[in-house]
Nanobody, 125 residues
Framework: VQLQAYGGGLVQAGGSLRLSCAAS????????LAWFRQATGREREFVAG????????FYANSVKGRFTISRDNAKSTLYLQMNSLQPDDTAVYYC???????????????????WGQGTQVTVSS
């Protein structure tokens, strides 16, 4: 499946953005979906995820309470609503998908087979 992330941009601290990730597949059925981010000079890190088999999303501690991940399986689109953005949230954000990932690897980038191209989010202070 091919993924395309979009919706990034420049926002002031305290502002909001909504990222979207559209898939070429007709459905997200069976896929675990996630958002990762990578700041300049840093490793790619897990942000939020959504399992097909579990309605409860999971988040990195750094974004819990500020970011919300959601998915529209019928539209094959994944979203990330980001509120109360801070300069430390500045990064390229990537969406990822996997049909084979196991629970213990949900936050591991190499465990995902499919990646979007990334969208830049810049938060100014």
């Amino acid at each position: 499946v091919q993924l395309q992330a979009y919706g990034g941009g420049l926002v002031q601290a305290g502002g909001s953005l909504r990222l979207s990730c559209a898939a070429s597949a007709p459905t997200f059925r069976g896929y675990t979906l996630a958002w990762f981010r990578q700041a300049t000079g840093r490793e790619r890190e897990f942000v939020a995820g959504s399992k097909w088999t579990d309605s409860n999303p999971f988040y990195a501690n750094s974004v819990k309470g500020r970011f919300t991940i959601s998915r529209d399986n019928a539209k094959s689109t994944l979203y990330l609503q980001m509120n109360s953005l801070q300069p430390d949230d500045t990064a390229v954000y990537y969406c990822a998908a996997s049909r084979t990932i196991i629970h213990s690897n949900l936050g591991v980038p190499s465990a995902y087979e499919h990646w979007g191209q990334g969208t830049q989010v810049t938060v100014s202070s």
